[in-house]
């Protein structure tokens, strides 16, 4: 462990480098998916302002809820975009052949060889969003309910990269996942709105198959009707560390399928 932990930030040194080398195209896009986030949430800032509450919640509320959302989907995009690579034909390519020729676990590998600067437009404005809002929701903000969201955002962020790596495995056995990979994680998007209105197949899918609601929705819906914080922070440790758990199991069965390209 230790080993890795000083192999991290030299990974992650030499991608932002490499990255840097196109400032230009970086900044692109950084700011094509800050904009692009904007304009999602303008339209669903038209919808829900024109009218009164949408079970409940109100614009600025959901203003909070989008911010929130954004912050561990753009650390998950930050951290780990590479492994996309290995649903969209990666398996088929060989990407993993420079890994396992290397005396340093293939996932880790896998998962540091690049750092998407892009994912700071979502993160940028996922923080403003929630700086903007909060002074028109009601929240009580104290040191526990501060260190609750910063572990929810923590564990959110591992669903995320958990649940891409779980569909991005099944490439090992159909050597492309893209499709279903990309379905899966756009449930996330569900996330955004508050989960009492969709119907109960849906709410079903989303609090126990994807439980996507389990570790966005429901710890700002505690934060802000005052619910209990930290049973919901409990609930997302749960489903962030079973999806973890489920997402290992399937890389490690699937790795022992792998074939080189040159094969």
């Given amino acids: 462990m230790k080993k890795y932990l000083k192999l991290y930030p030299i990974y992650v040194s030499r991608s932002i480098k490499a990255r840097l080398s196109y400032r230009f195209d970086a900044f692109v896009g950084i700011f094509g998916f800050l904009i692009e986030n904007a304009l999602l949430f303008f339209t669903l800032y038209l919808t829900v302002g024109a009218i009164p509450s949408l079970n409940g919640w109100d614009v600025n509320m959901m203003g909070f809820l989008y911010g929130f959302y954004l912050i561990p989907k753009a650390l998950d995009h930050i951290l780990s975009d590479q492994v996309w690579q290995l649903s969209n034909g990666g398996i088929a390519r060989g990407i993993l052949d420079k890994y396992l020729i290397k005396p340093l676990n293939p996932l880790f590998q ?100 994807l439980p996507f609601s389990v570790v966005i929705f429901f710890p700002v819906e505690a934060l802000l009707f005052g619910g209990n914080v930290w049973e919901q922070v409990l609930y997302v440790v749960i489903a962030s560390t079973c999806m973890i758990g489920v997402s290992l199991l399937v890389w490690s069965q699937g790795i022992k399928r792998y074939e080189s390209a040159g094969s």
């Fill in 110 to 209: 896998l998962v540091v060889e690049m750092i998407q600067l892009e994912g700071f437009g979502e993160l940028i404005l996922g923080i403003f969003f929630l700086i903007f809002f909060t002074p028109y929701v009601t929240i009580t903000w104290t040191v526990s309910n501060i260190f609750a969201l910063i572990v929810c955002v923590i564990f959110s962020m591992l669903f995320f990269f958990a649940t891409k790596l779980t569909f991005a495995s099944i490439s090992f056995w159909t050597k492309r996942s893209i499709e279903v990979m990309t379905t899966i994680y756009d449930f996330s998007n569900f996330a955004k709105y508050p989960i009492q209105i969709f119907h109960q197949a849906i709410r079903f899918v989303l609090t126990y198959i």
